[in-house]
């Protein structure tokens, strides 16, 4: 079973078991969101991290918004391109471009700074070029904020490289991977109201 696929592809040879997990795993999403933003209204803002692994020859990390390459291709990004961040973007001073590569605000930046990754889209790599890129799949458009900034949910697909998934570096890429998504987190106020 695959989550990060619509239901009529998301289960090997159409397993039962399979489409009960695929729809107990979205359902549980949207309860919490239901529960949190809607009833309650506990939080302001929402942030869904879709984490994978790649095997691409660049070895970087991708950061998905559900942009193009094509879209990052722009030295600069428009304002009027719908991300799965938009939510974030709607409530922010600042513009697409610097929330999703700009110098130390981004967090293909966080990610960055202080090491040695590679990540786009990030200000050290703004696009792929003819790079493999996962813009971001099915949970990332499914549940973000790409269709409603009101809905207040923001995603991002994080595809990791081979490498940060070994043994010898996974430790270490997890923590220093946490402290730029909380970093990003607090930096975008994406804080608690009540809770």
Known sequence: MDPNRDLENCCHNKN??????????????DLY??????????????????????SHEEQWVELG?????????????SNSFCTSINSIYSK???????????ENVSLGSLIENKSTIKVVPSPGCKSPKEGSYYSGGFITERH?????????????????PLWMRTDKYIELSAKHIATAIFDFYQLHSLNSLKI
């Open 16 to 29: 039962h078991d399979g489409f009960t997990a695929y729809n107990d795993y979205h359902s549980m999403i």
């Open 33 to 54: 969101f239901q529960k949190n933003f809607i009833f309650s209204n506990n939080f302001d803002q929402g942030l869904i991290l879709d984490i994978h692994g790649n």
């Open 65 to 77: 918004y559900l942009l193009k390459k094509s879209d990052l291709e722009n030295d600069i990004l």
């Open 92 to 102: 922010s001073f600042l513009s697409l471009e610097e929330i999703i590569r700009g």
């Open 144 to 160: 973000g904020s790409f269709y409603d900034i009101s809905k207040r949910l923001n995603t991002i697909q994080i595809e990791l």
